[in-house]
């Protein structure tokens, strides 16, 4: 007989027939009720074990975290609890798991606990939940570009260009670090590494991505980036996921717009699609809401949240308005910020950030044209000299979501911008040509992917919300 799946059980279609199911167990009550688990969704099935027709020594094997596969009749269940249930007339231990050892206990564990067991937590409801929405959001990522004619583009991982400026890099390297070739005058000689010069782990595509766009229109990147920041946040990660869409003929108005039906697209999706996983997300969010002091908890609860986000205009501001907010805020004037806000061209932190979100607008924020100092030097210059044609989206409980801008097209701003920022150009050589050959007006934007999912499914700390979190001193696994 042809193993089924539990999801597909559910529908009941095959009610008052045998019917096999494999799965491991979560629980196995009064020595006749196994909770069954096969992945497929975050409902067990319940399959009713009559003892006295079952040898002792198999009984003892059905332990919490064993495999086993199972045959018998689906019928309506007469317990509370679950719809159907199934009369096992045939029960084989795949796998034993002995419950002395075996770390899941069917109790709750704190997320702390579970990081160290990251090659088991998938076996519990919340990251079995989390694992299904993210694959959810890869699909919708993908759905959406394509419907809109985007080309998805693989940007490399190993980069050769060290220009990007978005963060401490991952140095690439096959030298004996030993004893590595020296140069005459005592340094280690990068002509004699593997690639013939430095290289490192990629911090984004954009770059590469702007030169598919000069030729496709629209496309995006979907991979991973990494970054050496010493950030111990619960929103860094040293190796995330990051899509970065760029669009040839977009302006910085086009590309804002983007942006918001993009992550609007992503949130509508998840409550359409993921509506089972939600709910209990949705509940593990309240119940550790409830164990919080009031301030700090939500005033929405997860799927009010999403469902707000979804079907709201975000707060479009500039730099310049947000400082005049942020200087006049209590906190600001309290001396309550951490960085207090004194002048135009600050650089905003996260704290900063949240207040604009959670207290101010309460509601996501676009801010736009920031200062030039404290932007990338791809960044396209305004006429006021002053500012760039940047945008971020921020968001509740998360801070930047999305960081995008409008590129300079110009191929004079953008060397004089390079050696205002002390960058050579033979290092961008390839970059500039995009400028030099049939440049024209472009935009992109980079989402955090991990980010996005923290924002979904409610989770506090980002290294819930990927599999096998790399974080400083962290890479187990
Ligand atoms: P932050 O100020 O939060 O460090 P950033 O300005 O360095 O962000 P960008 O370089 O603009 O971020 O990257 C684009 C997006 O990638 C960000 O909006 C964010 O969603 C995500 N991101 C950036 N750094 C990280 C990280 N270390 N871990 C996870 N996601 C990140
Ligand atoms: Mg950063």
Redesign the pocket.
């Known amino acids: 007989m042809q193993r089924i799946k539990i999801k597909e059980l559910l529908k009941g279609e095959k009610l008052g027939k045998q019917v096999k199911v494999m799965g491991w167990v979560r629980t196995f009550r009064s020595n006749r009720f196994v909770a069954l688990n096969d992945g497929s969704t975050s409902n067990n099935m319940q399959a009713v074990v009559d003892f006295e027709n079952f040898e002792e020594a198999l009984l003892k094997r059905i332990t919490t975290g064993a495999s086993v596969s199972i045959t018998g009749e689906l019928v309506e269940s007469q317990g509370k609890g679950q719809a159907f249930e199934i009369m096992v007339s045939s029960l084989e231990i795949l796998g034993d798991s002995d419950p002395d050892e075996y770390p899941l206990q069917p109790k709750k564990h704190s997320l702390e606990f579970l990081r160290d067991i990251a090659h088991l937590r998938v076996r519990t409801n919340t990251f079995g939940a989390i694992y299904r929405i993210r694959h959810q959001m890869i699909y919708a990522v993908h759905t959406f570009f394509h419907n809109k004619g985007f080309v998805n583009v693989h940007t490399p991982i190993i980069t050769g260009s060290d220009a990007e400026g978005?963060?401490e890099m991952f140095r690439v390297t096959s030298l004996n670090l030993e004893n590595p070739p020296k140069t005459e005058d005592g340094k280690v000689d990068e002509s004699k590494d593997f690639f013939g010069h430095e290289t490192n782990l990629t911090?984004?595509g954009q770059l590469e991505g702007e030169t598919a766009a000069m030729a496709l229109g629209e496309i995006y990147t979907f991979g991973p980036?990494f970054?050496a920041?010493n950030?111990n946040t619960s929103?860094?990660?040293?190796e995330?996921w990051?899509i970065e869409p760029e669009m040839a003929f977009c302006d910085l108005q086009g590309n804002m717009d983007l942006a918001e039906e993009f992550v609007k697209y992503l949130v509508s999706y998840a409550l359409e699609n993921c509506k089972e996983d939600l709910a209990l997300l949705d509940k593990r969010a309240a119940d550790e809401d409830k164990s919080k002091p009031q301030i700090e908890r939500n005033e929405m609860g997860l799927i009010e949240r999403l469902e707000f986000v979804a079907t709201n205009d975000f707060e479009r501001v500039t730099y310049t308005q947000a400082i005049e907010i942020l200087r006049n805020s209590k906190p600001n004037k309290k001396k309550k910020f951490k960085y207090i806000i004194e002048e135009w061209g600050a650089d905003l932190q996260?704290e900063h950030e949240r207040f604009l979100v959670e207290k101010h607008f309460k509601k996501p924020v676009t801010l736009y044209n920031y200062p030039a100092t404290i932007k990338a030097f791809y960044m396209r210059a305004n006429e006021d000299n002053k500012t760039v044609a940047a945008m971020?989206?921020l968001f509740p409980g998360i801070?930047?979501?999305?960081?995008?801008s409008q590129r300079e097209e110009r191929l004079d701003v953008l060397k004089e911008k390079l050696a205002v920022m002390n960058i050579e150009e033979k290092d961008l050589w390839w970059y500039l040509d995009t400028r030099k050959f049939g440049t024209a007006p472009h935009s992109g934007?980079?989402?955090?992917?991990?980010?996005?999912v923290q924002f979904i499914t409610g989770m506090g700390n980002?290294r819930d919300v990927i599999p096998f979190p790399r974080t400083p001193g962290n890479a187990e696994f």
């Open positions: 978005a963060g911090v984004s980036t970054r920041e950030s929103r860094h990660l040293a995330f990051m996260s971020d989206v801070g930047e979501i999305i960081g995008g934007f980079g989402l955090g992917f991990e980010r996005m980002i």
